[in-house]
């Protein structure tokens, strides 16, 4: 069955860096794009970054652009994120999910892993 | 404040039909599709309808989707308890170049 299955989140002081990892099964990894996507704690779903099915294009919110970045390795079915100079506000629950195409809704999707971002 | 606007909250007797609008413009909803999503209480979101109308397999056809220009609407009918969940619509933005979101509404069954 398909699985996304995030890891990497955790507590980190204001200013550091994170990495976050997506290890997909089950569906072809390679041909999906695939997005990041965070929910505040009691918040609504917020959209932060896309990275078509080779890794040729990414867009990212306004929100994160300059300080995170994805990437993916489809060799390993593995989507990543790097969380640079993160701040308070960037505290959530991180969720990865595949989409069919760049446009299309997300129909696989990751339990999440909670990033806090405190002193 | 979210791109697409959504109520926060609906609420309906179990049996009933309830329905949930969600508002953009001409660079999201009017130009793209809308995709609504359900996220069950401490789970991860799932899709409900996609390009605007679609059911994905395994989704009950108690659920419907529908477009009017810069809105849609998700319509949920025989409400059941099982449906208490938040609900959030999305689509491509062509001036954000990327999807946003609504801010979600939170359907209680009475």
């Known amino acids: 069955q398909v699985q996304l299955v995030e890891s990497g989140g955790g507590v980190v002081q204001p200013g550091r860096s994170l990495r976050l990892s997506c290890s997909a099964s089950?569906?072809?990894?390679?041909?999906?794009?695939m997005h990041w996507v965070r929910q505040a704690p009691g918040k609504g779903l917020e959209w932060m970054g896309l990275?078509?099915?080779?890794?040729?294009?990414?867009y990212y919110a306004d929100s994160v652009k300059g300080r995170f970045t994805m990437s993916r390795d489809n060799s390993k079915n593995t989507l990543y994120l790097q969380m640079n100079s993160l701040r308070a506000e960037d505290t959530a629950v991180y969720f990865c999910?595949?989409?069919?195409?760049?446009?299309?809704?997300?129909?696989?999707w990751g339990q999440g892993t909670l990033v806090t971002v405190s002193s | 404040q979210s791109v697409l606007t959504q109520p926060p909250s609906v609420s309906e007797a179990p049996g009933q039909r309830v329905t949930i609008s969600c508002s953009g413009s001409?660079?999201?909803?009017?130009?793209?599709?809308v995709n609504w999503y359900q996220q069950l209480p401490g789970k991860a979101p799932k899709l409900l309808i996609y390009?605007?109308?679609l059911l994905p397999s395994g989704v009950s056809d108690r659920f419907s989707g529908s477009k009017s220009g810069t809105s849609a609407s998700l319509a949920i009918s025989g409400l059941q308890s099982e449906d208490e969940a938040d609900y959030y619509c999305?689509?491509?933005?062509?001036?954000?170049?990327?999807?946003?979101f609504g801010g979600g509404t939170k359907l209680t069954v009475l």
């Open positions: 390009y605007d109308d």
């Open positions: 001409s660079s999201n909803i009017g130009n793209n599709a």
């Open positions: 089950g569906f072809t990894f390679s041909s999906h794009a």
């Open positions: 999305a689509a491509w933005d062509d001036s954000l170049i990327g999807p946003v």
């Open positions: 990275i078509s099915y080779d890794g040729s294009e990414r």
């Open positions: 999910a595949g989409s069919a195409g760049m446009q299309a809704g997300c129909e696989y």
